[in-house]
């Protein structure tokens, strides 16, 4: 894939809080199902549920807020801060900027056709990994949090015998309010409820 469409006026090595997606290639429910609204995880699903609460063992800049493993998806909601740096980071003290004025249409809206249940109220900016990589290199960035999580269910899933794939890309979205920080927890929280599958 040649396209990019990342914030190009935001370092995501930077101190933040981001609402990412990522999903299962060609959105196969290798995760599980929703009965009754409640999520049933699969073999897959355990790991990525489990892999979530891992991430902080391997990148120490990182504060997680809260996600949700979905059949073919997960959400997360998860904050930087300074490598070395300890202690839980709020909100408030790692809100993004405003976009600047001209870069609103830099993103992407996706709906429950990409993000599940129903459509997000946020937009969600599509990444290409290949294009991160590249302009974005370094341990301590959204791509690489997002690369090991996904690597290490990938590996742990075949070992397990499990044909799994990704889908190559991910979504993200950058907070910016304590409204919005709130309000993406509680469609986190919701997710299963929505789900119209």
């Not at 249409?105 to 129903?118: D, L, P, Q």
């Not at 294009?131 to 990938?154: E, M």
Request: proline residues 6%; hydrophobic residues 35%.
């Amino acid at each position: 894939m040649g396209y990019d469409m990342r914030a190009s006026w935001w370092d995501y090595s930077q101190i933040g809080c981001y609402f990412l997606t990522v999903c299962t290639f060609d959105r196969q429910h290798y995760f599980g199902d929703v009965v009754n609204s409640s999520m049933q995880l699969s073999h897959v699903g355990v790991l990525a549920d489990e892999a979530w609460y891992w991430i902080p063992l391997h990148q120490q800049n990182v504060t997680l807020h809260a996600h949700i493993v979905m059949p073919d998806h997960v959400h997360m909601l998860f904050s930087l801060h300074a490598p070395g740096s300890y202690g839980s980071v709020g909100p408030r003290t790692c809100l993004g900027p405003t976009e600047p004025a001209g870069r609103e249409s830099a993103g992407r809206e996706i709906g429950s056709h990409h993000v599940g249940a129903k459509a997000c109220p946020w937009p969600l900016r599509a990444h290409n990994h290949r294009s991160i990589r590249y302009r974005n290199p370094g341990k301590h960035t959204v791509s690489s949090i997002v690369g090991g999580y996904k690597s290490i269910i990938t590996t742990k899933a075949r070992q397990q015998g499990y044909d799994f794939r990704w889908q190559p890309s991910f979504y993200d979205r950058i907070v910016r309010s304590d409204d919005e920080f709130v309000n993406i927890v509680r469609y986190i929280q919701q997710n299963p409820q929505r789900w119209k599958r």
